[in-house]
């Protein structure tokens, strides 16, 4: 039998920006016996689960449910789109744009990735991983595209590595003002049932997301929203695929079913996954996150130590980056933090790797996992030396006492 006994006594704090703590609610209902997934039973659960699904990305379209990471879901939007030598413009924000943008190139796309340039003289660290999508820098490349080679916008929605939110309806009037017909895929892994994303309004071809982050159920799922032209050019695109392909999915799916065998447990989770989101409303749970961050971002100055988003206007709801000082190793301080308090935090990833470590605020949390949380973190600054302006709990206790939340959280 499998335990887990590092953790003696008291519940660890996974305060990762994803998988992020799950429910016991969630954990229960994935404890229920396994169904035949072609029998009645099982189409009805699918088809609820198909309509909340929608809900939740906010779309009347088909979404597509695979029994994969979120790096599949990656791969499935390219490989039912684009044919081989296709060009795609990517954007940069952060480590994971990077790896959608390195995946891209192996499955034989061109791709042309942009950025800001420079280097934030305060940090030393790339300004585009502190700031997010320009969206004037996408308009302007696809207006020199006057042949339209470029076939999709690629951007990520909440760049798990950094914190940073990028504005998805500013990349969609950018496509439109330069009246390209370049399609736009959103990777919201992070972004969705945490952050607003609205697939239809946002028009948007083609999202990404997985189960681990917003959904606070654990890894194992993920998922493609579609639009009405992303399934239309997916019938004429001859990358190879057979696993991802999303047109017998759809069809299987206006019975509840799936071409091959779903993962029907974590099915049951997203059931209740969706219950809980939905019954809270999609407006409540946004904003219980954006609370939780104005809350940790209050802690984090008061340390006076920078957060990796430099633009308050794309403050990431979900996680918040803490950039350490120069000289301090920031996954010392992760490490020592681990080792002492049973608190894990996210690493820094890629170009940030040693710069900054990242809090999660999202899953199954409240006030004072989150007061917590930032205590660990104050500790260990503390015990890694690191000199700090002013006590973090205390401005987050302070910003949680002067907004309370409007719903129990
Ligand atoms: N994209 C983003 C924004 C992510 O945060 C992650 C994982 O954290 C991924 C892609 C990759 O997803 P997965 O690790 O589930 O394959």
């Known amino acids: 039998m499998l335990t887990l006994n590092q953790h003696p006594t008291g519940r660890h704090f996974l305060q990762i920006p994803g998988p992020s703590p799950v429910p016991d609610r969630i954990l229960r209902a994935m404890s229920l016996p396994t169904i035949d997934h072609r029998g009645p039973e099982f189409g009805a659960l699918g088809l609820k689960l198909l309509a909340g699904i929608q809900r939740v990305f906010q779309t009347e379209h088909p979404v597509a449910i695979y029994p994969a990471s979120g790096t599949g879901a990656w791969e499935a939007a390219l490989a039912n789109t684009m044919s081989p030598g296709d060009l795609v413009l990517m954007y940069e924000t952060g480590q994971f744009a990077t790896l959608w943008q390195k995946m891209a190139t192996r499955l034989g796309l061109k791709t042309e990735f942009i950025a800001e340039p420079g280097t934030c003289e305060q940090t030393g660290l790339p300004f585009s991983w502190r700031r997010g999508v320009n969206a004037a820098l996408i308009a302007e490349r696809l207006r020199a595209d006057t042949g339209h080679q470029i076939r999709a916008v690629c951007v990520v929605h909440n760049e798990t590595s950094t914190g940073v939110t990028s504005d998805i309806a500013a990349v969609r009037r950018a496509i439109d003002s330069a009246r390209h017909p370049a399609l736009l895929m959103v990777d919201t892994i992070s972004g969705l ?183 660990g973190c104050e500790m260990g600054l503390k015990l890694a030396g690191v000199k700090l302006a002013g006590s973090g709990v205390q401005a987050l206790m302070d910003h949680f006492a002067e907004h309370p939340s409007a719903h129990a959280v």
């Open 193 to 375: 049932a945490s952050a607003d994303y609205r697939h239809d309004e946002w028009g948007v071809d083609v999202a990404i997301s997985g189960s681990q982050k917003g959904l606070m159920l654990p890894p194992g799922i993920s998922f493609n929203a579609l639009s009405p032209r992303a399934l239309e050019v997916s019938k004429g695109a001859r990358l190879p695929r057979s696993f991802w392909a999303w047109e017998e999915i759809v069809e299987m799916n206006k019975g509840g079913y799936w071409p091959y065998t779903p993962s029907t447990n974590l099915l049951y989770g997203l059931h209740e996954a969706l219950e809980m989101v939905l019954e809270h409303g999609l407006g409540t749970v946004f904003a219980r996150h954006q609370r939780w961050a104005a809350g940790v971002r209050a802690a984090v100055n008061a340390w006076g130590l920078p957060i990796q988003c430099a633009d308050a206007a794309v403050y990431s709801p979900v996680l918040t980056g803490v950039v350490t000082p120069a000289g301090v190793d920031a996954d010392a301080v992760r490490k020592l933090i681990h080792a002492r308090f049973d608190l894990s935090l996210g690493t820094g990833l890629g170009k940030v790797k040693g710069r900054m470590f990242r809090i999660g605020h999202l899953g199954d949390c409240n006030d004072l996992t989150l007061v917590a949380t930032v205590g």
